[in-house]
């Protein structure tokens, strides 16, 4: 189930990174986290099929955590860190495909902060 899951995953992440600017934030400071909230949605929907059962979605809590927290650890073991570049800043966290979407993040996500893209873009080249 995991491993159908994980397959599921990397579909929506592919969708995700054409449908917006070619980053996915995973900021700590993030209320809502794209892979996370991936994460649970495909294990609660594989789980607890009908939404509307609540008894079911209340008997399945528990697992629905412990899964999701595995299908995350996978989604970033086998498809982020493989198929994407990451970047880090101070608790600032996201994955893109190239500089271009990483300078897209860093303008949209810390334009207040004395970030000298062109040194970043130097110092990607040099890991890339």
Same mark, same amino acid.
């Given at each position: 189930?995991?491993?159908?899951?994980?397959?599921? =995953?990397?579909?929506?992440?592919?969708?995700?990174?054409?449908?917006? =600017?070619?980053?996915?934030?995973?900021?700590? #400071?993030?209320? /809502?986290?794209?892979?996370?909230?991936? =994460?649970? !949605?495909?294990?609660?929907?594989?789980?607890?099929?009908?939404?509307? #059962?609540?008894?079911?979605?209340?008997?399945?809590?528990?697992?629905? /955590?412990?899964?999701?927290? /595995?299908?995350?650890?996978?989604?970033?073991?086998?498809?982020?860190?493989?198929?994407?570049?990451? %970047?880090?800043?101070?608790?600032?966290?996201? %994955?893109?495909?190239?500089?271009?979407?990483?300078?897209?993040?860093?303008?949209?996500?810390?334009? /207040? !902060?004395?970030?000298?893209?062109?040194? !970043?873009?130097?110092?990607?080249?040099?890991?890339?």
């Amino acid at each position: 189930m995991i491993e159908k899951l994980l397959e599921i =995953a990397r579909e929506k992440i592919k969708e995700e990174m054409a449908r917006d =600017a070619g980053f996915i934030d995973d900021s700590d #400071d993030m209320p /809502e986290r794209f892979l996370d909230c991936l =994460a649970k !949605e495909l294990v609660e929907k594989e789980l607890v099929p009908n939404k509307d #059962d609540i008894e079911l979605y209340y008997e399945k809590e528990g697992e629905i /955590e412990d899964l999701s927290e /595995e299908l995350l650890n996978m989604i970033k073991e086998e498809i982020m860190s493989k198929e994407y570049n990451s %970047y880090g800043n101070d608790g600032r966290y996201c %994955y893109y495909k190239d500089k271009r979407d990483l300078i897209a993040w860093c303008l949209t996500w810390l334009p /207040e !902060e004395t970030m000298n893209l062109r040194e !970043e873009y130097e110092n990607l080249r040099i890991f890339l």
